[in-house]
């Protein structure tokens, strides 16, 4: 147990839905991340959160759509997504951004778009 | 462009032996280096790292070496255990003075390490 709750586990939409993903952290962290992962591909990094503000959106395509409402959580809304959205989703947090700390990961929300 | 890359995307040993994972990495003003463990089912967990003003860094039963000249990193894992059966990644970053936060880690692909019983 890393302190970093993902819920679902697992999701499973159609390209015409709505959908959130939910993240907690328990760990008393200032920065959170959503990263994809794709079968065969490296960790992407798509979203960063410092203290609730969004520090970096790496050309994430709008379909998803971010919120930190506090630095404990933090959710990732989708909606029309293409079946090439389907990966692992992971949120992490760490302490702090601006220095190289451990990152917490969660277990990830494996998405299924059909 | 630059990267970060594993030489072996597979690894298989006996338990008990012990394993050795390698890492490339291509960008030269990196100097802070991550190994991670991914296990089935579960996100990614910090297993070391270390700067690259050291060459060798050792955990409880894991020692990574860095040799900046080849720009080769490697993990090795003593006495492997049916536990440590997982798929690790390296990942790079510049260093602070630089202005790097944890968010701009490169990560490799990743290296499956599956032990033998």
């Known amino acids: 147990e890393t302190g970093v709750t993902q819920t679902p586990r697992h999701l499973v939409m159609g390209m015409t839905n709505k959908k959130s993903l939910k993240c907690e952290q328990h760990?008393?962290?200032?920065?959170m991340y959503w990263y994809k992962q794709s079968a065969k591909k490296p960790l992407e990094l798509m979203f960063v959160?410092?203290?609730?503000?969004?520090?970096e959106n790496n050309s994430v395509p709008s379909r998803f759509s971010p919120e930190c409402p506090n630095s404990s959580h933090l959710f990732l809304h989708l909606h029309t997504l293409q079946p090439e959205d389907s990966a692992l989703y992971l949120c992490?947090?760490?302490?702090?951004?601006?220095?190289?700390?451990?990152?917490?990961f969660g277990s990830g929300t494996q998405l299924s778009v059909l | 462009g630059e990267s970060v890359g594993l030489h072996l995307p597979t690894l298989s040993v006996q338990e008990g032996d012990n394993s050795i994972i390698n890492c490339a990495y291509s960008?030269?003003?990196?100097?802070?280096f991550i190994w991670y463990k991914q296990e089935s089912g579960k996100g990614p967990q910090f297993i070391i790292d270390?700067?690259?003003?050291?060459d060798k860094r050792q955990g409880q039963r894991v020692t990574v070496l860095l040799n900046k000249t080849v720009k080769h990193l490697s993990l090795q894992i003593a006495a492997t255990q049916p536990g440590d059966s997982a798929v690790y990644f390296c990942?790079?970053?510049?260093?602070?003075?630089?202005?790097?936060?944890?968010?701009?880690?490169?990560f490799g692909k990743g290296t499956k390490l599956s032990v033998i019983p």
């Open positions: 960008n030269s003003a990196s100097d802070y």
């Open positions: 760990l008393g962290h200032n920065a």
């Open positions: 270390i700067r690259s003003n050291m």
């Open positions: 992490a947090s760490s302490q702090d951004i601006e220095v190289n700390e451990k990152l917490f």
């Open positions: 959160y410092s203290l609730e503000e969004r520090v």
């Open positions: 990942a790079e970053n510049i260093g602070e003075d630089s202005g790097a936060g944890s968010y701009q880690l490169t």
